[in-house]
Structures are given as structure tokens and as C-alpha cells.
């Protein structure tokens, strides 16, 4: 599936990221590692505000890429979140900065099931 074009989001009932097809919405796969090239970080504000509104998640903040690999972190990476009751879009997680689009990005979950993005 090298090159594929995909949409990645944490699933929180598997506690991996579901990988689908960005033409045909399928989910694909699911993986604990992925890295993703020529990347858009995007939100839907509707389903945000259905988050805030319910306060349930819901699937509305996706990564959208090439796959580019399974396993692939470069250490100048910096650490992407998002969390919608906080937040409008991704961010940096160090200076806070809103993030649109990136390069490269690893994402992966950890041991303790917690999901991880990482951009170049």
C-alpha cells in the first residue's frame, strides 16, 4: 500500500489508527505506526462542535497522505495534537501553534495506547 493516497484517524474502541481509502472511505487498515508524506492536518468544525455540544467524540479530525511506511521516525521531528475541546486544529505541541500541512509525519501509538503524531 506504499503510495496510496489514505486518511488516518485514532480509533478509540481498537485504540490503533484506522487507515482509509481517501477516494472511496474504506477503512483499509489498521496499524499502530504509519508514516504519511505531503500531509493536510484537517478538522471538520461541524463535527467539532457536535464533540463539544455532546460531549462524545466522534471521527472529524483526520491526517490525510501518501503512505510513505510503517516505521519511519527522524529525530528532528516535532510533536502534533489535537483535542477538540481545546483546540480548533492540530497543533504544535510545543509552542501551541496551529498546523495545517507538513512534509512528513509519524504516527504511532504507544505502549500505554496512546496516540503519538510527529511532523517534520
Not at 478538522?43 to 511506511?69: C, P, Y
Request: include cysteine; glycine fraction near 4%; charge should be positive.
Amino acid at each position: 500500500m506504499i503510495g496510496k493516497q489514505v486518511q488516518v484517524y485514532f480509533n478509540l474502541h481498537k485504540k490503533c489508527y484506522s487507515v482509509r481509502d481517501k477516494k472511496t472511505r474504506l477503512v483499509i487498515a489498521h496499524v499502530n505506526k504509519i508514516s504519511l508524506g505531503d500531509v493536510s492536518f484537517k478538522v471538520s468544525e461541524k463535527g467539532r462542535q457536535r464533540v463539544l455540544e455532546e460531549q462524545r467524540k466522534n471521527v472529524h479530525a483526520i491526517v490525510e497522505g501518501t503512505i510513505l511506511s510503517y516505521d519511519a521516525f527522524k529525530r528532528d521531528m516535532k510533536g502534533v495534537t489535537y483535542n477538540p475541546y481545546m483546540y480548533s486544529t492540530f497543533i504544535t505541541r510545543a509552542d501551541k501553534q496551529p498546523i495545517t500541512s507538513s512534509n512528513e509525519v509519524y504516527m504511532l501509538v504507544t505502549n500505554e495506547k496512546r496516540a503519538r503524531i510527529f511532523a517534520m
